[in-house]
């Protein structure tokens, strides 16, 4: 069974930046596209970036452009979501999920002075 397993969550104020990851275990990972999604308390779990299966292609929600950046590493199995220049309202569990379905545990990401 794939198991996904986010980390790189923590505290961070408005303007810092954070890094995740999400390790896949036994899975062809270079087969699937994968996507980040994010959910703050009382809202729905939105889509922010996506990314194709060979890395070559992405695609970012208008709220994250040019802040954010998702790359994938097929040799070591792992999702990247580098977020620059964070801003409070990007405080959400944030959540990996392949374009099969499975999803990681979250981890939760916090940007407050």
């Known amino acids: 069974q794939v198991q996904l397993v986010e980390s790189g969550g923590g505290l961070v104020q408005p303007g810092g930046s954070l890094r995740l990851s999400c390790a896949a275990s036994e899975f062809i990972f270079s087969l699937s596209g994968m996507s980040w999604y994010r959910q703050a308390p009382g809202k729905e779990r939105d889509l922010v970036p996506a990314i194709t299966g060979d890395g070559l292609l992405t695609d970012y929600a208008e709220s994250v452009k040019g802040r954010y950046t998702i790359s994938k590493d097929n040799e070591k199995n792992t999702l990247y979501l580098q977020m620059n220049a964070l801003k409070p309202e990007d405080t959400a569990v944030y959540y990996c999920?392949?374009?099969?379905?499975?999803w990681g545990q979250g981890t939760q990401v916090t940007v407050s002075s």
């Open positions: 999920k392949t374009d099969f379905g499975q």
